[in-house]
Structure formats: structure tokens, C-alpha cells
């Protein structure tokens, strides 16, 4: 599929942020003052400005709102819920943090749950949909709940917890690069199967349906060089999981190896994210005989 620019920085930086946010609301960092302010103020920045991100990829930004009217089928609307309950729950541990008014923490551990569940319902807008097989399955999920989780992790600036993560990322990732190279050929999908007419022989394309491009072909199909994606999976492990670990290893409690190990978890998210929508193949290909 063609990365949209919008949809990357919405999912990284949106699970980035909530990542972020439940270790704040579980109290595994706890900042007081001026220091409470600006990291929930990071949290904040980076899930709602991923939010607002995903609004420059519809065709109708203003008519975003009406998503919320759709809970009851369609994972981005429950998304929207989820978003919005999480932000409203932290708001009071976020608050009490920074004037220092002591309030219990409870409703930041129903925030920290519901910021995994915000993420899950992010992750299942992409898993349910059979018709890109590459996600499918259910490693996409733990990527997205483990990327929030790492990011998270590393903006705590926590160098055990942080290779812990960094080490169970670094596993789902492999596993989700293996697992969707070979999702298309799994599910069977061919042009037959995507026109009806593979019981009478076999098919196959005479001429293109199109004499320009339109939207699908545009949208659905993308095609990555071998070589270029693979360049592209050995930076996001290294930079998302690798890279990260070692620096709050080699220099725990420094503020600027915290700002370097946030740095390069971002850009190997980038990386990996870019690949997600890179590397989907959907099965609308097929009419076009480019699959």
C-alpha cells in the first residue's frame, strides 16, 4: 500500500504517547512540579497531536466527528472512545502531579488500561481487514501495544525496564516481518480467486481495466525494492530496540542520553511503521495483475 505521510505519524506518535502516558498514570515515573508538567505535557503532545495527524488523511477532515457515531462496528470510531476516555481519566493524576495535591493514583491505573486498549483498538483497524493479508494475523496487535510499550519505556528513561522491552519488541518485530512475508501466499489469494473464475481455468489479466491510474491503484498498490526494504528492517531494529537499550544502559540517569534513546526509538518506529504500509498487499492487486 502507499505510506501516507498522516497515517505514519499518527500511529507512531499517538502510541508513543499513550505508551508514555500509562507509565506516568501507573506512577513508574512520578514527577512533581514544573518537571510533571512538561513530561504529562510530552504525553499529551504526542498522542493527541498523533490523533489530530490521522484527520490530513481523509477526504473530509471536518467530518471527522461523525466517526464517533460508528462505535458499534467500526474499530476507528472505538478508537475516538477510547482516546478520548484515557486523556479525560489521566487529566486529574496529571494535575494533582504537577500542584503536588496528593490525590490518590487509582484512576491513573484505569488510565494506564485504558491506554493499552486505546492502542489495541488503533491495532485492530489494520488486523481485521482479510483483504491485506500481511496484517491479518495476530502479531499485529503485540507490535503496536509493544511499540507503545518501548517508546514508553524509553521516555521513562527506566534502562531495566527499557532492555526488557526494547528485547520483547526487538522478538515481535522479527516475528511480524517474517510472518507477513509469508501471509499472501498462505491465504490462497490469486486472480481467480478475486474474480470468481478460477473453477473454469485459469486467469489472467489480457488488458489493464484502466488507460491512467485511479484511486486504487494509487492507494493499494505499492511496490518496495528488495534491497531498499531490507536496508530499511535492519535500521528500524537497530535503531527502535538496539540502539535505545544500549544507550540508557551505557549512560543511565543523563538527560540527554534519555533525549538520544528517545531519538532513535522514534526513527526506528518511522522505519518500521513505513515498512507496515509499504510492504501490505492488497488483494485489489490482483485485477490489476500486480501480484
Given at each position: 500500500m502507499n505510506p501516507a505521510p498522516s497515517v505514519i505519524l499518527f500511529t507512531?506518535?499517538?502510541g508513543f504517547g499513550f505508551g508514555f502516558l500509562a507509565f506516568l498514570g501507573l506512577g513508574l515515573v512520578q514527577p512533581a512540579g514544573w518537571a510533571a508538567f512538561a513530561l504529562?505535557?510530552?504525553g499529551y503532545a504526542a498522542a493527541v497531536g498523533g490523533?489530530?495527524?490521522?484527520?490530513a488523511h481523509l477526504g473530509n477532515?471536518?467530518?471527522a466527528l461523525r466517526a464517533f457515531t460508528q462505535w458499534r462496528t467500526s474499530w476507528l470510531s472505538r478508537e475516538g472512545w477510547a482516546a478520548v476516555t484515557t486523556l479525560f481519566l489521566l487529566a486529574p493524576v496529571a494535575l494533582s502531579d504537577w500542584l503536588g495535591l496528593g490525590w490518590p493514583r487509582q484512576i491513573g491505573w484505569a488510565g494506564a488500561v485504558m491506554c493499552a486498549v486505546t492502542v489495541f483498538t488503533t491495532s485492530m483497524i489494520y488486523t481485521q481487514l482479510r483483504t491485506v493479508p500481511r496484517w491479518n494475523h495476530p502479531v499485529t496487535p503485540a507490535l503496536f501495544l509493544g511499540f507503545a510499550a518501548t517508546g514508553g519505556a524509553v521516555m521513562a528513561g527506566e534502562p531495566r525496564v527499557a532492555v526488557v522491552f526494547c528485547v520483547i519488541l526487538l522478538v515481535v518485530l522479527i516475528a511480524a516481518f517474517r510472518i507477513g512475508d509469508?501471509?499472501?501466499?498462505?491465504?490462497?489469494?490469486?486472480?481467480?480467486t478475486a474474480t470468481g473464475l478460477g473453477a473454469i481455468g485459469s486467469v489472467t489479466v489480457f488488458e489493464?481495466?484502466?488507460?491512467?491510474?485511479?484511486?486504487?491503484?494509487?492507494?493499494?498498490?505499492?511496490?518496495?525494492g528488495r534491497k531498499h526494504a531490507e536496508r530499511l528492517r535492519v535500521l528500524a531494529l537497530l535503531f527502535s530496540t538496539l540502539v535505545p537499550a544500549a544507550l540508557l544502559v551505557l549512560g543511565p540517569g543523563r538527560l540527554w542520553v534519555v533525549g538520544l534513546a528517545v531519538a532513535s526509538h522514534l526513527l526506528g518506529a518511522l522505519a518500521a511503521r513505513w515498512l507496515f504500509f509499504a510492504e501490505a498487499e492488497h488483494v485489489v492487486g490482483l485485477y490489476y495483475g500486480k501480484r
Open positions: 507512531v506518535f499517538s504529562w505535557g510530552i490523533l489530530i495527524a490521522s484527520t477532515p471536518q467530518r509469508r501471509r499472501f501466499a498462505e491465504v490462497g489469494a490469486t486472480l481467480g489493464q481495466a484502466h488507460t491512467a491510474g485511479n484511486y486504487l491503484m494509487r492507494e493499494m498498490i505499492f511496490v518496495v
